[in-house]
């Protein structure tokens, strides 16, 4: 495939609508973003109300894995840098938070990354309201995750990347290169425009476990 025309800040292709079939313009437009490097916005909107919005990363880093132990007040203030293809883990807690089709890259800090996962679990525990053991499972994550942000708990919280986009910036943060088989295991959650290969691919999971075993 030829890419030089990802090499334009913007531009507009045309295909046939999946629903409709008339003509539907594809909006592309490049962007710089700090932490995540060039990616492409792609949109369109069909006249039908067939729409469609995605992003491709044209760059990707070393993949990696980042690992901190969050042991008092002071290390909720660490930055963490989650791309759309970061998946993000607590082992203590069973929670596995990975990314899909419509996950969000965002710049926050370990409180903050605490804040989103029991607003998960909270959303958890009404889908299984009647099942006792669940909801008893989902009580227990809570209350864990209060004494984690209150100081009481200590957790680690990790975020691997195929990509090497995401990060957590502390000195008490470690860092390590994943393997190739490691990286092949995650997902990326979105287009990735693999440069070498010269291929599109489309990861569409969307799994989140916060209701998992200890």
Not at 57 to 67: D, W
Request: proline share 4%; aromatic share 6%.
């Amino acid at each position: 495939m030829n890419i030089d025309f990802l090499k334009q800040e913007g531009f507009k292709t045309s295909i046939c609508c999946p629903l409709c079939q008339r003509d539907l313009v594809m909006n592309w437009q490049r962007d710089n973003i700090p932490y995540f490097g060039e990616i492409m916005y792609v949109s369109a909107r069909c006249q039908c109300s067939f729409r469609f919005a995605d992003t491709m990363i044209l760059s990707s880093k070393e993949p990696m894995r980042y690992e901190m132990p969050v042991e008092n007040w002071e290390d909720l203030d660490a930055r963490v840098i989650r791309s759309t293809s970061g998946t993000i883990r607590i082992p203590e807690m069973g929670v596995i938070i990975e990314p899909g089709s419509v996950s969000e890259s965002y710049v926050t800090n370990i409180e903050g990354v605490l804040h989103r996962v029991r607003n998960v679990l909270i959303t958890a525990s009404r889908w299984v309201q009647g099942d006792e053991e669940k909801t008893s499972r989902s009580q227990e994550l809570l209350c864990m995750l209060e004494e984690v942000i209150q100081g009481k708990r200590k957790i680690t919280v990790i975020i691997e990347d195929p990509l090497g986009n995401s990060a957590i910036i502390s000195k008490k943060a470690k860092s390590v290169k994943l393997s190739k088989e490691e990286a092949e295991k995650l997902n990326t959650g979105m287009i990735v425009f693999d440069v070498d290969k010269s291929e599109l691919t489309n990861d569409v999971s969307d799994n989140v476990q916060p209701l998992g075993g200890d």
